[in-house]
């Protein structure tokens, strides 16, 4: 419980810094959305590469038997989840010209939560009723935090978050139980990269990169995002699926923090209240959840 809870901790910490990166790349014009996102996911499947050969070699070097082989995905599945990959970046990085940050948000979220949580009913998990209202209070405490922003949303830009949000929901869901998430993060930035690349042929016209933009487009793929969501698919792992919906509302929150800290954004009354009522929604939707399987191991 521990470890999952360190883990589930530091990719929400990776999201956040990856939304901050994104918003200083994008909304200072350092770089354009397709070129963005094909540095963001080829920087993460170089980073992952690198990564995941050091750990082969380290463990080969330190195995004193044969290791156990592991069970990997079907061919098929893994194009699947690296098509969900792009699906998320891509589109996230175009809804950002066309969205303000509260109404982006908005949505992301909101589409993540409602996909994770249709396939968190499908799959047979149920709300207890201190997750139900946990998730409620969170939601308003999101909601309350980006409502000075929220306007009438473009419908091409919202269209754009949908997408990311409902793919990133699937991604999410579908990486659950994996027993290679470094190897399985690899493959999905791997095959991502052609999809990317793609894009900034179409967009090839609208091209336009800086020093600055190029690092800050690196710094989301080969640490916010390539090593991020390798810590995200480790916590899926130990997490419901209700519980992975829920927690990932905190990042706005942490976003917001680092803005205040990094980018020296003013804390406000709302800020402070909103982060309260995101957090502590959350807490108690996860407390709920460990009280009734604590209560579960006492029956048995």
């Known amino acids: 419980m521990l470890k999952t809870s360190a883990l589930t901790a530091a990719a929400l910490t990776a999201f956040a810094a990856n939304s901050i990166l994104c918003r200083i790349a994008l909304r200072s014009a350092a770089i354009d959305a397709a070129s963005f996102t094909s540095i963001r996911i080829a920087s993460g499947a170089v980073m992952l590469l690198l990564v995941l050969a050091f750990a082969r070699r380290f463990r080969r070097a330190a195995a004193t038997q044969s290791p156990a082989p592991t069970t990997q995905r079907p061919t098929r599945d893994r ?32 589409c993540v939560q409602a996909t994770m949580l ?12 201190a997750e ?44 659950r139980g994996t027993a290679d998430p470094l190897g399985e993060t690899a493959s999905n930035f791997v095959r991502a990269v052609p999809l990317a690349l793609l894009v900034s042929l179409v967009a090839i016209h609208d091209a336009h990169t800086s020093p600055r933009g190029i690092a800050l487009a690196f710094a989301s793929g080969a640490l916010a995002s390539g090593l991020g969501y390798t810590v995200w698919f480790a916590a899926l792992r130990g997490l419901t699926a209700i519980r992975a919906s829920t ?51 006492a029956r048995e």
């Open 79 to 110: 194009w699947i989840l690296a098509a969900l990959l792009f699906l998320y970046a891509a589109p996230f990085s175009f809804a950002y010209l066309k969205l303000s940050a509260g109404t982006g948000a908005l949505i992301l979220f909101a």
């Open 247 to 297: 927690v990932q509302l905190t990042v706005p929150v942490f976003a917001a923090a680092g803005g205040v800290l990094l980018l020296h954004e003013s804390v406000t009354f709302r800020l402070v209240l909103s982060a309260a009522l995101v957090l502590g929604g959350v807490g108690l939707a996860l407390a709920g959840r460990a009280r009734l399987a604590l209560a579960g191991r």
């Open 118 to 129: 249709i396939g968190a009913f499908r799959s047979g998990e149920r709300f207890t009723w």
């Open 132 to 175: 139900a209202l946990g998730l409620t209070i969170a939601l308003a405490g999101l909601t309350y935090l980006v409502s000075p922003g929220l306007a009438a949303p473009s419908p091409l830009g919202s269209a754009f978050m949908a997408i990311a949000g409902i793919s990133w929901g699937i991604y999410s869901f579908r990486g």
